[in-house]
Structures are given as C-alpha cells and as structure tokens.
C-alpha cells in the first residue's frame, strides 16, 4: 500500500515539474509532454500497487533498491532534458545572428564595391575605405 502512495506522489511531482518547466520554457513541448506521459505510466503503475500488491513486489528489498535507483535516473533524465532544450535555445539564437550577419555583410560588400562596409575609427581618420574622413577631390570653394 505505501508503495502506491510513494508512486502517485512520485507522478505529481513529475507532472508539477515537467508542467512548470514546459510554460516557463526550461523545457520544449515535445519534452514535457513526453514527462507528462512517464508521469501518468507512474500513476497507473499507483493504481496496479494498490488494487494488486502481489504484483507490485513490494515486500522486496531489491524492488526497493530498483524504485530508488529509476527515480534517481528519471531526475537525471530530466535534467538533460532541461539542458537540450536551453542548448536547443541557443544554438537557435547564434544561427539567426550567423544569418543576420552574413546577411549584413554580402549587403555591405555589394554596396562598397567589394570593401567592408564598416571601417573602423582609425580607418575613417585616415580616409580609409569608409571615405568618411579626408576629403579625396578638389574643394568646391574658389
């Protein structure tokens, strides 16, 4: 009978967390409806334990020991879950700024004739491919 007990309260806390970190964004869609899924397999296994204790083992210390050992790999599953999603995330955010900028430099290099759009400030004082510093014609005055 507890072990029925240690497993709903197992599966609620799994489908709080996998809940909370689906909406805060920790994890993708695909992930917390997969723990959402683990979550109630658990809770069907509660049921079985407490119409069926012979099935569940319980009195078993090795059933025991195998409970604690899978919980420990479920929150480290989820963890990982956690971290692909962040990982997901970012390499998402670094594509996009690997676009822009390649982007912005094929702009640049067909508005400047080949030179780099962006000097820099030395280059400007210079009058360096920006020609934004020196003048390089004859003045307008007399």
């Known amino acids: 009978m507890l072990l029925g007990w240690v497993l709903a309260a197992g599966a ?8 909370c970190w689906g909406r805060a964004g920790r994890l993708s869609l695909g992930h917390a409806t997969a723990w959402l899924l683990i979550a109630v397999c658990l809770l069907l296994a509660a049921v079985i334990a407490w119409v069926r204790p ?6 078993s210390s090795a059933f025991v020991a195998l409970l604690v050992v899978t919980a420990g790999l479920v929150i480290v599953a989820l963890a990982h879950a956690a971290a692909l999603t962040r990982l997901d995330e970012r ?15 094929s702009v640049g290099q067909a508005g400047s004739g080949g ?6 400030p030395a280059q400007r004082a210079n009058g360096g491919p920006a020609g934004s510093g020196a003048m390089s014609g ?5």
């Open 12 to 19: 609620l806390c799994l489908a709080g967390v996998a809940f």
């Open 115 to 120: 030179a780099s759009a962006r000097s820099s």
């Open 138 to 142: 004859p003045s307008d005055g007399v």
């Open 91 to 105: 390499v998402r955010r670094l594509a996009q700024e690997v676009a822009l900028l390649r982007a912005e430099s």
């Open 54 to 59: 012979a099935l569940a083992g319980a009195g």
